[in-house]
């Protein structure tokens, strides 16, 4: 059994951790805002910024961690792919190493001109349109496109929280056989921005205490004419999209659980070890030792579980038993962490402006779809069920 | 006061295995095989039922049911917990995984033993083969790309 991790992946983190820590948390401020009262907080860094760190991250060869070499990324590997996560995520600078949604690897060469490589290099926008408003839990999908005269018709709403834009395209999912359920008779769309009959609302920039949320743009298609070209796979296939590479991203993000709790961890043992109380320092008390204690063994348990799943993707193992059980667990440990990160902090820490706020804010809503977990159980459940003999 | 003898499966065998045969929950029907209540019952009623095979309506043969459980929307069609119920609400969708008989108190043990010893097998590699078809795509990856961008 051997727990090293290779080298060569030990290095990338190593450079990725600098990236980090000298380019990213530098700019922690411009995101939290710096007014008392949160006036001037922003969801994304400015462009030019950003601009800028997009030219570093290809200077040294991190762009396109998660994508395909044969679409001009530089596949690291499951592995790779964690560590990489791990360490953007313990900073609250949304900045991502070229990271596109898979179900775009599948664009054929016209597409991948035309919509995945602006999307990679940052030129467009992909607005991911899958749930629709005023459904019970997002599975629920009812929009139709109409098969008229070799081109479809779109009528009805999305929501996406993808990232606004300037220039941007929607990929949007529509049943186009009647009578058929999501599983059999989704199609993917690839609608451009100013096509006929499209219009997107709630897409402007947002600054400001409401930053610190992600809100939903509204997709509206009103007798929207998308032509066949513009179909993304085949039809009544769209959740056969990206089949091959989505499966591993679930354990990615639970890696990305893991960085959040990680930098949850480190400030508050910053925390624990400055603040005093009756001539003490916290560090000191046995509840806060226990808070800590728990937190770190969550963490290690987390951690080991991603990378062991990770490991096994990158050899071709079945993942997805383990890849459940990382999402389930990895999702209610950064809660637990958040939550038992208040012992530390005498308090809830909703503090606004303060990056241990936007982390428990993000902690919180990674665990927040029950739903999901209950999935993921689901999934776990029927595998069991599956390797039993009799 | 003895135990009344259980149903010898040798006699309805046959019987038996037919109706474990067909796709539909199968526990009403072993039950009315089945021999019914015993005498030594501890319901605190006058009334003689020894012999009764009416369903009690515990509803453990509706908890047992796996189909149920990825398709609970359906439990919504009737509050009754009764065999009838469960019979009425999986129809033709039964997964034949014969779990609702082994739930179920009125079905005899001698049955529930033949079920356990001779259909199993043949349960569990149907299960299996129904997993294994299953190609169904997880949505909830989708739902996780949507979100988590």
């Not at chain 1, 900045?95 to 999307?119: A, H, M």
């Not at chain 1, 348990?301 to 193992?317: C, V």
């Not at chain 2, 009838?84 to 179920?104: K, N, P």
Request: aromatic fraction near 8%; charged fraction near 25%.
């Amino acid at each position: 059994m051997d727990f090293d991790i290779p080298e060569e992946l030990k290095m990338l983190q190593s450079m990725v951790r600098d990236f980090v820590t000298e380019q990213l948390k530098p700019l922690e401020r411009i995101v939290l805002g710096r007014a008392a009262d949160l006036s001037d907080t922003q969801m994304y860094l400015p462009l030019e910024k950003e601009q800028e760190l997009i030219g570093m991250a290809k200077e040294m060869g991190l762009w396109g961690v998660n994508v395909p070499e044969e679409l001009g990324g530089v596949s690291v590997g499951t592995l790779g792919n964690c560590l990489i996560e791990e360490e953007l995520a313990q900073t609250v600078v949304p900045f991502k190493l070229g990271d596109v949604t898979p179900i775009l690897f599948d664009c054929n060469e016209k597409q991948r001109e035309i919509y995945f490589s602006p999307v990679f290099n940052r030129e467009k926008y992909a607005y991911l349109a899958l749930m629709e408003p005023g459904r019970e839990n997002f599975g629920e999908l009812e929009m139709q496109a109409e098969k008229r005269n070799g081109s479809y018709v779109l009528n009805g709403k999305k929501l996406s929280l993808s990232r606004a834009g300037e220039d941007y395209f929607a990929v949007v999912f529509a049943l186009t056989g009647p009578g058929k359920g999501p599983r059999e008779g989704m199609t993917c769309f690839l609608v451009d921005k100013g096509a006929s009959g499209f219009s997107v609302n709630d897409g402007e920039t947002i600054t400001g205490w409401e930053a610190r949320e992600r809100r939903p743009m509204s997709l509206v298609f009103d007798q929207c004419q998308v032509a066949a070209e513009n179909l993304l796979g085949e039809e009544g296939m769209a959740f056969h999209l990206g089949r091959k590479w989505l499966p591993s991203r679930r354990i990615v993000r639970g890696a990305r659980c893991v960085g959040t709790a990680q930098r949850i961890l480190d400030e508050a043992t910053i925390e624990a070890q400055t603040w005093t109380s009756f001539g003490q320092f916290i560090s000191g008390r046995p509840s806060v030792q226990a808070a800590l204690g728990d937190i770190a063994t969550n963490i290690h348990a987390a951690r080991l579980m991603i990378y062991e799943t990770a490991w096994k993707a990158d050899r071709g193992e079945p993942i997805q038993r383990g890849a459940a059980m990382v999402k389930l667990f990895a999702t209610q440990m950064v809660h637990y962490v958040a939550d038992n990160a208040a012992h530390i902090f005498s308090a809830p820490s909703y503090i606004g402006g303060l990056p241990m706020e936007r982390f428990c804010r993000n902690a919180l809503a990674m665990s927040s779809t029950e739903f999901a977990l209950q999935l993921q159980r689901n999934i776990i459940a029927r595998d069991i069920v599956k390797g039993l003999k009799v | 006061m003895p135990l009344r003898e259980q149903r010898d499966v040798k006699e309805i065998e046959s019987i038996l295995n037919q109706v474990l045969n067909v796709a539909s929950p199968p526990v009403a029907r072993c039950r009315l095989l089945s021999t019914g209540f015993n005498p030594g019952h501890a319901l605190n009623i006058a009334e003689d039922i020894g012999g009764h095979k009416e369903c009690i309506g515990c509803g453990n043969c509706v908890d047992a049911c796996p189909f149920l459980f990825r398709e609970p929307s359906r439990r919504e069609k009737t509050e009754q917990r009764t065999s009838m119920a469960l019979e009425s609400i999986v129809g033709a969708d039964c997964d034949q995984c014969d779990a609702c008989v082994l739930a179920c108190p009125q079905v005899d043990t001698t049955i529930k033993n033949y079920v356990v010893q001779h259909r199993m097998i043949e349960v569990m590699s149907r299960l299996e083969q129904r997993i294994g078809d299953e190609d169904e795509p997880d949505l909830d990856l989708f739902i996780e790309e949507a979100v988590v961008q």
